[in-house]
Antibody, heavy 120, light 110 residues
Framework: EVQLQESGPGLVKPSQSLSLTCSVTGYSITSNYWGWIRKFPGNKMEWMGYISYSGSTSYNPSLKSRISITRDTSKNQFFLQLNSVTTEDTATYYC??????????????WGQGVMVTVSS | DTVLTQSPALAVSLGQRVTISCKASESVSSSSYSYMHWYQQKPGQQPKLLIYHASNLESGVPARFSGSGSGTDFTLNIDPVEADDIATYFCQQSWNDPLTFGSGTKLEIK
C-alpha cells in the first residue's frame, strides 16, 4: 500500500525558509509524480508544485520565485522548501502522489498533513 | 487560473439524495475526457479521492457516490446520504495549469 508521511517543523519565523520532507513507502518515487498541496485556515486549497519520476519539476506560478521541490531517491523521499515565508504561508501542508499521464491525472494518495505556523 | 466555484455549505437529511456542484471558469474537458475530480475531507484527516475524471468511482468508495458533468459544470451526488458522509467536499481540475481546487462544500445534517 502506498503511504506518505510529512515531517518538519511546525513553527517557522517570518522571512525564514520552510522545509518539509515527505517519506514514501510502498511505492518508488522514481515512478509517477509527487506533489505538495497546502490548505489554508478557512479551507482554501492550493497546489504548490510537483516533481516527476525523472526529477523534473513544475510549480504554481504564484510561488515560482520562492519554491523548490527536490528528492532523494535512495531514501524514497521528496522535499519542499519555501523561502521568505510570511504569516500568509500558515497552512496545513500535504504531500500526495499525482497519478499523471495524458489520462488519467489526479491525486490519489495523500499524507496526513503537517500544520505549519509562521510566527515570530 | 481556472476558478472552481462551489457552494459553501449544504444541509441534508440522512437517507436523502444530495447534489454538490462545481462550476469552472473555463472548460476542463478535452475532446475525450473531463479533468475534474472530487475529494472528501473529514476534520483532522487528509483528503480522500472519491471520483476521478468526472464520473469514475475510486476503488473502495461506496457506490452511493457518483459524479457527472463536462466542460464547466460538474456535480457530485450522494444517494442516500449516511452519517459517515458528513465532511467537506472539494473539486479539483487537472486540465489547465496551474492545478486548482474549489473552495469546498461542507455537508451538514438537517
Amino acid at each position: 500500500e502506498v503511504q506518505l508521511q510529512e515531517s518538519g517543523p511546525g513553527l517557522v519565523k517570518p522571512s525564514q525558509s520552510l522545509s518539509l520532507t515527505c517519506s514514501v513507502t510502498g511505492y518508488s518515487i522514481t515512478s509517477n509524480y509527487w506533489g505538495w498541496i497546502r490548505k489554508f485556515p478557512g479551507n482554501k486549497m492550493e497546489w504548490m508544485g510537483y516533481i516527476s519520476y525523472s526529477g523534473s519539476t513544475s510549480y504554481n506560478p504564484s510561488l515560482k520565485s520562492r519554491i523548490s521541490i527536490t528528492r532523494d531517491t535512495s531514501k524514497n523521499q521528496f522535499f519542499l522548501q519555501l523561502n521568505s515565508v510570511t504569516t500568509e504561508d500558515t497552512a496545513t501542508y500535504y504531500c500526495a502522489r499525482y497519478y499523471y499521464s495524458s489520462y488519467p491525472r489526479y491525486f490519489d494518495y495523500w499524507g496526513q498533513g503537517v500544520m505549519v505556523t509562521v510566527s515570530s | 487560473d481556472t476558478v472552481l466555484t462551489q457552494s459553501p455549505a449544504l444541509a441534508v437529511s440522512l437517507g436523502q439524495r444530495v447534489t454538490i456542484s462545481c462550476k469552472a471558469s473555463e472548460s476542463v474537458s478535452s475532446s475525450s475526457y473531463s479533468y475534474m475530480h472530487w475529494y472528501q475531507q473529514k476534520p483532522g484527516q487528509q483528503p480522500k479521492l472519491l471520483i476521478y475524471h468526472a464520473s469514475n468511482l475510486e476503488s473502495g468508495v461506496p457506490a452511493r457516490f457518483s459524479g457527472s458533468g463536462s466542460g464547466t459544470d460538474f456535480t457530485l451526488n450522494i444517494d442516500p446520504v449516511e452519517a459517515d458522509d458528513i465532511a467537506t467536499y472539494f473539486c479539483q481540475q487537472s486540465w489547465n495549469d496551474p492545478l486548482t481546487f474549489g473552495s469546498g462544500t461542507k455537508l451538514e445534517i438537517k
